[in-house]
């Protein structure tokens, strides 16, 4: 089963089994990405507390949120085995386009956890939210874009 799926090439049995430990800047970005999930349920606590009452989509977006933090935070754990990479890997670039698959799935889940605090806030008309909106979607595709080159260039 291939738990980050970026394309056709597979992480085989040929290579070595490469664990990575994250870095500080690893870890930064793992918070990062638990900010957004924490301040929407705070947000949904704290108006149910006052209100009495919450709209629908604040749950349903607090849920998503969560699980897909804990997806994306499994699937950043994962061995090289269980990725499928854009590009052919070898023993000579499979430690570097590990990293850079890991990293990925890293920025992925704190622009997936703006994205989903965003939206709530959208359908209830607030105009600055659709700015974040857009702005983490931009984010999200300079990203990918970005990891594409990087992965294409240490091929």
């Known amino acids: 089963m291939r738990y980050v799926n970026l394309g056709n090439y597979k992480g085989g049995k040929d290579l070595p089994d490469v664990r990575y430990h994250p870095s500080v800047a690893d870890r930064v970005l793992e918070g990062l990405a638990l900010l957004p999930v924490l301040a929407l349920w705070g947000y949904v606590l704290a108006r149910h507390l006052r209100d009495g009452e919450v709209g629908a989509e ?8 969560a699980g897909c933090y804990v997806l994306l935070f499994v699937s950043s754990r994962c061995s090289v085995r269980h990725i499928n990479f854009p590009f052919r890997v070898h023993r000579g670039n499979v430690v570097r386009q590990y990293v850079l698959v890991l990293r990925l799935v890293r920025v992925l889940n704190v622009l997936t956890g703006c994205l989903l605090v965003f939206s709530p806030f959208m359908e209830a008309g607030h105009r600055w939210a659709g700015a974040g909106f857009a702005l983490s979607l931009a984010l999200l595709a300079v990203s990918l874009a970005g990891y594409m080159v990087l992965a294409y260039r240490q091929r």
């Open 58 to 65: 604040y749950y349903v977006s607090g849920i998503l949120a």
